[in-house]
């Protein structure tokens, strides 16, 4: 078996990363959601107020995945979960471009953390009126040297073709 990789999962309220996380995880996933009481609450009924921890074998790799809270006031902890990462995935909500130029901001963030590999992941693609990848590549102000995958979050497949870009990128980086 090769190093264990710690890979960040980021991105803004209700862009799918718990979902991502439990859709691939082999074991339980450790989930941290409460109740909302902002404002947010109209659009679900829970949000991740720590982290998630998910932990899923892919070949002889061992990956740890540490999805974040996605509600700025808990920001306190994108920090501890950055710790050690050795890349780090950013996912949109491809339905809600408002919510875009707070993805690149969590891109610049996580990167002044670590300067580790990290891409961007259009998520919710399957749903009807999600930005194409070249709209959420515009709406975040991402250069062509970042890559942007499309995913779905809910279908392991597609998680995993996500997983397995982080990590070639982190592999070639090293
Ligand atoms: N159709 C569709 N629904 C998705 C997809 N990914 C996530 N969802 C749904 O979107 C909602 C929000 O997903 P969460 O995983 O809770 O989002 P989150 O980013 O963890 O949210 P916070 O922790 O509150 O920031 C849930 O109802 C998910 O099932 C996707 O790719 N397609
Ligand atoms: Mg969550």
Redesign the pocket.
Known sequence: MSRPYKIVVT??????????VTTISDIPVVRT?RRITTEDRGI?GE??VAM?YGRVELGDQVIHLH?T???ARFDFMWEILATEMQGFVV?VDSTDPPSFPEAAELIKVFSEFHAVPHLIVA?????DGAANLAQVRRGMNAGNAITVMP????QKSSVRQVLLQIIELINTAS
Do not use: H, I, M, R
């Open positions: 991105g803004p309220f209700n862009s799918g990363k718990t979902q991502f959601e679900k949000t991740t998630d999805g809270p996605g509600q996912l998520n919710k693609s399957d749903l995913c779905v979050a809910t």
